[in-house]
DNA sequence: TACATTCGTCTGCTTACCTCA
DNA sequence: TATGAGGTAAGCAGACGAATG
């Protein structure tokens, strides 16, 4: 089995732009990208998902810029091909004397369900392969129970490697990997739609997390917004505040950002009016504030703003 | 061109089995 | 040894888009 460690999985905080389908197109999205890879990852997985669907290539099945992973990939593929394949098919005659794994050619399907019963009552084999993928076989006729298949570790890394590579898979590239693996183009399905299950259940627990992070900084300066409040209004009670106040007539706001503006120079006595608005945007933007001019604090939601899809 | 049908594939949910602590 | 939790292969339903008549 494939740790999780092993994954690679490079999760994001995504938005989608646009809705087309069901919420669900991961592709099409801004990405906020985490990427979770430990760093002695071997360099066989270490560019996660973004970096790996950019160059989609299925005429090399298992492209590789990196000649070390090329190697791996390839001894890993030897060693497939010439260790125990759980999965191979009852014409090659020696799955039964592996003890103790599983053979998908042992998988009995449960035989209830509406899908099931559709068929019966058509008694056709309009889908070979559904139906030899639920590994129907003669000697276990009589056993509704399904057995379950494990799939080897080569051929989940196999598996792996191709969905870095493209997180679906075109009929031609089913059937291939599907012949490389020795499994069923429909067992080979099936792993990518839950590999893409397992991956969204994973960004959305990342996402969570990061709204529970964004959450929990919101109330921290809601908090401190509350107490500086308090201690402003402490401060407007005492007369001293009345004596240091500048005047609010020395206060423009600017009419691009609706900001507060500070005049050229706090000893200038001309009121607001008369400060040129060109020079007046020239200068707020460019001045540094004064000593005791409190920054705008950052908002928290900023990374969100420049997220979140323009509606 | 508009419409209905079929087909393949997707996601979401669920079940059943397997492994391991 | 029994057992419960977690992982995962696989089934099912419903939706969607493309192709076709």
Sequence with gaps: ????????????????????????????????????????????????????????????????????????????????????????????????????????????????????EREATNGEEHDLDRDCSRGISDEEDGDTSRKKLRLSKDQSAILEDSFKEHNTLNPKQKQALAKQLGLRPRQVEVWFQNRRARTKLKQTEVDCEFLKRCCENLTEENRRLQKEVQELRALKLSPQFYMQ????????????????????????????????????????????????HRPIPINPWAPFDALRPRS
């Design 245 to 292: 106040m500048t005047p609010p007539t020395t206060l423009t706001m600017c009419p691009s950002c609706e900001r507060v503006a500070v005049p050229p120079s706090s000893s200038s006595s001309a009121p607001s009016s008369t400060v040129d608005p060109r020079s007046h945007h020239h200068l707020h933007h460019h001045q540094m504030p004064p000593a005791h």
């Design 1 to 116: 089995m494939v740790e999780k460690e092993d994954l690679g999985l490079s999760l994001s905080l995504s938005f989608p732009q646009n809705k087309n389908k069901n919420n669900n197109n991961i592709n099409n999205t801004h990405s906020l990208q985490l990427n979770l890879m430990p760093s002695s990852t071997s360099s066989t997985s270490l560019s996660g998902f973004t970096a790996t669907f950019q160059k989609p290539s299925w005429n090399e099945p298992f492209p590789s810029t990196d000649p070390n992973s090329e190697s791996i990939r390839a001894e890993t593929t030897r060693s497939f091909l010439r260790g125990i394949d759980v999965n191979r098919l009852p014409s090659h005659g020696d799955m039964e004397e592996e003890a103790g794994v599983s053979s998908p050619n042992s998988t009995i399907s449960s035989v209830s369900g509406k899908r099931s």
